[in-house]
């Protein structure tokens, strides 16, 4: 017998199913159609947020936090996931690269090595100060660091890029969303009273740049208030601030190396240096950001469709949250962040004073 002729009834049965498998696979329209419901949501609470957030001078990341939280009962919808995982996942990834934009090297280099080393104390003790904090809550490592990190590098967007590296086994839904709500709140208080503590204690204006850039977490709300100082006090904060966005790849590779000893792996040590593909990219526009002069409009493009995608990301989170366990989380589980930006702003306002 030939062998077209020896297949026997278990073979047939296979392949008519691979056959079947293969005639409802999915298109790229039926994937889009799969999305639609839970991205439609997401977009118009985001342009909701957007638009509060430019009439009535409130900080976007929050608006898009707290109206992501109100429409949590949404997701009791179950073609709304898809969705709502795409833009809390793939949005954030993207959102993070296009950041790198806004930075270059000689950014960092142009704050000289006193102010420099003396940025990274002061993210150095927000991190310190948000981990002994989790530990006398008896929570993780990784709640420390998520905190931490977030606080010492540019909050709401850095919270995204550590959580994706810890990810929901290491740190809940809703720790993670009353992490974001935290941070997002000091650094709209912090932009309001930074800057009339700075004239308070007649600091010069690059002292002032320097506390506010070193200190406040959202990148527009630093640059805001070191303008609002005075106009040299927020060229220099912003140097500042954007020197600490910059070093948010080499503060997500150490994470990554901590949370592989912890979990007790045997992987070598390059292995564990080994970045997100998002942070990897991230690196990777910052050094062609440095080399290649980009035009004003397309930078001015490029963070419009950062703040955009993140803004996506942090609402479509706040909808996956459940505001039920957030609420029962209680007050202790704020105070890493609260810890965090006390600390930040203690050592930045010594280093101002003492240094600078």
Not at 308 to 332: I, N
Request: glycine residues 8%.
């Amino acid at each position: 017998m030939s062998a077209d002729h020896a297949g026997d009834l278990y073979g047939e049965l296979f392949l008519s199913r691979q056959e079947a498998a293969a005639a409802v696979r999915p298109t790229r329209l039926d994937r889009w159609k799969l999305l639609w419901p839970g991205l439609a949501i997401c977009g118009i609470a985001s342009i909701a947020a957007a638009w509060l957030s430019e009439h009535y001078g409130a900080p976007i990341i929050l608006m898009g936090l707290l109206i992501g939280l109100a429409l949590n009962f949404v997701t009791s919808e179950a073609r709304t996931h898809p969705g709502l995982d795409f833009a809390s996942k793939a949005c954030l990834r993207w959102g993070i690269v296009v950041l790198g934009t806004q930075v270059t090297i000689a950014q960092i280099g142009g704050l000289g090595p006193v102010p420099f080393l003396a940025l990274l104390m002061v993210m150095a003790a927000a991190m310190g100060a948000a981990l002994l904090v989790a530990r006398l809550n008896g929570e993780s490592v990784a709640i420390g660091l998520l905190a931490g990190g977030a606080t010492a590098i540019c909050g709401a967007s850095a919270a995204l890029a550590l959580f994706g590296v810890l990810g929901p086994r290491r740190v809940s839904q809703a720790q993670f969303a009353l992490t974001l709500v935290v941070i997002s709140l000091a650094s709209a208080l912090a932009m309001s009273f930074y800057p009339p503590l700075a004239g308070l204690l007649h600091l010069d204006d690059r002292q002032a740049g320097f506390l506010i850039g070193a200190s406040i977490h959202d990148v527009a709300q630093a640059i805001g208030g070191g303008y609002a100082y005075s106009d040299v006090a927020g060229s220099y904060a912003t140097i500042v601030k954007l020197s600490r966005v910059a070093l948010l790849a080499p503060v997500v590779a150490v994470v990554s190396m901590v949370m592989a000893d912890e979990d007790g792996g045997d992987r070598h040590w390059i292995r564990r240096l080994a970045m997100p593909w998002f942070i990897t990219l991230f690196l990777a526009v910052v050094v062609l950001n440095s080399l290649v002069t980009m035009p004003a409009i397309v930078a001015h493009a490029s963070l419009t469709l950062s703040k955009a995608l993140l803004l996506l990301a942090v609402t479509a989170t706040a909808m996956r949250s459940r505001l039920d366990l957030v609420m029962q989380m209680g007050w202790r589980a704020a105070m890493p962040v609260v810890a965090a930006t006390a600390a930040s702003l203690l050592v930045a306002l010594g280093f101002s004073l003492l240094i600078l």
